[in-house]
């Protein structure tokens, strides 16, 4: 499994800036932060989580699906992530406990992206359809 480092973030552009106007706003509370480590049952959930992610990748990125498409139960709208980066955010959770903000994918084609549940229909289907079957 090939885990993304910390460092291959972009740097911060106002590390040990004394002049950072994030300064300003004091303390921000993004929210409750785990403080126990992960379950065995949640690690067992994320691993399987990452494995069925690989394959909804190699069947679906051919067929043009860019990544996932979430409905963010905290401000209401859509989250696009590309395979590489719903996987890393995935790897990052199970080695810290937690996920790390990141940039949201640009100006994404909502068309490109499908939800979890639709890729595990395609895979469940892609499954039950018999190897000399016509169907395609």
Same mark, same amino acid.
Do not use: K
């Given at each position: 499994?090939?885990?993304?480092?910390?460092?291959?973030?972009?740097?911060?552009?106002?590390?040990?800036?004394?002049?950072?106007?994030?300064?300003?706003?004091?303390?921000?509370?993004?929210?409750? $932060?785990?403080?126990?480590?992960?379950? %065995?049952?949640? *690690? +067992?959930? =994320?691993?399987?989580? #990452?494995?069925?992610?690989?394959?909804?990748?190699?069947?679906?990125?051919?067929?043009?699906?860019?990544?996932?498409?979430?409905?963010?139960?905290?401000?209401? $709208?859509?989250?696009?992530?590309?395979? %590489?980066?719903? *996987? +890393?955010? =995935?790897?990052?959770? #199970?080695?810290?406990?937690?996920?790390?903000?990141?940039?949201?994918?640009?100006?994404?084609?909502?068309?490109?992206?499908?939800?979890?549940?639709?890729?595990?229909?395609?895979?469940?289907?892609?499954?039950?359809?018999?190897?000399?079957?016509?169907?395609?």
């Amino acid at each position: 499994m090939n885990l993304v480092p910390y460092d291959a973030m972009p740097p911060d552009p106002f590390a040990d800036d004394p002049e950072d106007p994030a300064n300003e706003l004091g303390a921000v509370d993004h929210g409750e $932060e785990r403080t126990e480590p992960l379950s %065995e049952t949640e *690690r +067992a959930e =994320l691993l399987e989580d #990452l494995a069925d992610l690989t394959v909804y990748q190699a069947l679906l990125e051919p067929r043009g699906v860019r990544g996932i498409v979430v409905d963010c139960g905290d401000c209401a $709208e859509p989250h696009y992530h590309d395979w %590489e980066l719903l *996987r +890393a955010s =995935l790897e990052q959770f #199970l080695e810290a406990g937690q996920m790390r903000p990141h940039e949201p994918a640009f100006d994404p084609d909502p068309v490109h992206y499908v939800t979890w549940d639709y890729c595990r229909g395609f895979a469940d289907a892609v499954r039950t359809v018999p190897e000399n079957s016509d169907a395609h």
